[in-house]
């Protein structure tokens, strides 16, 4: 017979209130990227329609700099926080999950500065092109 609680299973297993933040995080940065999302894709759509110079131009505004940085932050964080869920649901050997975790966490965030730097390099490119 056993006499012992269920604890000494949990123990190690991390808080049960850990993820709540992750959660809230999640929902966070979907909702965030609604309106940037609806933003992007009518601005995209209005500039490419028109021509290569209007999207160059479309990038000398701070503001619209600022606005696709904004929603590259909130994608990229959004997409790391998915796919971890993923990673950490459906890969059941620790030491390939861990490496998993790493390398996701790694990459997106990779992916997010060089997109950033793209963002930021075009402006000033712009910036002098047009000045």
Do not use: C
């Not at 999950?97 to 997109?115: P, V």
Request: hydrophobic residues 55%; positive net charge.
């Amino acid at each position: 017979m056993n006499y012992r609680s269920q604890l000494h299973h949990a123990r190690g297993k991390g808080s049960g209130k850990s993820g709540t933040h992750h959660w809230w995080m999640q929902r966070l940065t979907a909702l965030a990227l609604v309106p940037l999302s609806i933003w992007m894709v009518v601005a995209m759509a209005g500039v490419m329609s028109e021509g290569i110079y209007e999207t160059y131009f479309w990038f000398v505004s701070p503001l619209n700099v600022a606005g696709a940085i904004m929603f590259i932050i909130a994608l990229f964080y959004h997409l790391q926080l998915g796919m971890q869920v993923v990673v950490e649901d459906y890969v059941h050997h620790p030491k390939v999950k861990m490496f998993g975790l790493i390398k996701l966490k790694l990459g997106t965030w990779f992916l997010a500065i060089i997109a950033i730097v793209m963002v930021i390099r075009l402006h000033f490119v712009t910036e002098k092109l047009f000045s």
